[in-house]
């Protein structure tokens, strides 16, 4: 399993949950972050925190130090992603979505399809930054990673100190929100880009 983010904390808000799914189902995991974040702080801080974040999530972590604001979606993004995908060779990709105010993330997103192209499953999730106009269409279960996620995006404690959205009660609200449309679970949304049509079921959908 790959997830793909911009900065650090990214991927463990939008996907935590799901990454802790697969995790107790016995798959690997990877993490990349593209730049260290060092527009919302201190670059070494915020790459602390994020070493910690995935050693919760029981995943391994590479950093891509690509200039935080400043990330495109041409050559320099895509053989960076690229290089994760043939060390790699994941199944499974997660990565921003396209309908988000932040440029970093949607730069990240046209990149992150142009290398994964040849993956058979590919998720983009939510962020804080994510406009009115996503529509998920896949709900992950994470009712019982919920805590594991929290401790994840709590390791980011120079984030959640300064930002409303990354508070415990705004995340489960969230997911509550979502899970309406999941059974009334706990849920990540996602849309789509690819899924292989006997992947195993270990969600709701």
């Not at 983010?5 to 798959?27: F, K, Q, S, Y």
């Not at 990149?111 to 009115?132: F, I």
Request: glycine share 6%; aromatic share 6%.
């Amino acid at each position: 399993m790959l997830a793909i983010g911009a900065h650090p904390d990214d991927v463990e808000i939008g996907c935590g949950g799901a990454l802790a799914n697969h995790r107790a189902c016995g798959d690997i995991l990877h993490i990349l972050t593209l730049s260290r974040g060092a527009a919302g702080g201190d670059a070494n801080v915020r790459t602390a925190e994020a070493q910690r974040a995935a050693a919760l999530l029981g995943a391994k972590i590479e950093f891509g130090n690509l200039q935080d604001a400043h990330i495109t979606e041409g050559v320099e993004t895509i053989e960076i992603i690229q290089a994760a995908m043939r060390e790699l060779r994941p199944t499974h990709v997660y990565t921003h979505c396209l309908e988000d105010t932040h440029q970093d993330h949607r730069a990240v997103h046209a990149a992150s399809l142009v290398a994964a192209r040849d993956v058979p499953n590919v998720y983009c999730y939510q962020s804080p930054s994510s406009t009115v106009e996503f529509r998920p269409n896949r709900f992950v279960d994470i009712t019982e990673y919920m805590k594991r996620k929290l401790q994840a995006i709590g390791a980011y404690k120079s984030q959640v100190d300064r930002m409303a959205s990354l508070q415990d009660d705004v995340i489960v609200t969230t997911a509550r929100y979502w899970g309406r449309y999941a059974g009334h679970v706990l849920a990540e949304p996602m849309t789509v880009v690819r899924q292989r049509d006997n992947e195993r079921k270990s969600d709701n959908e």
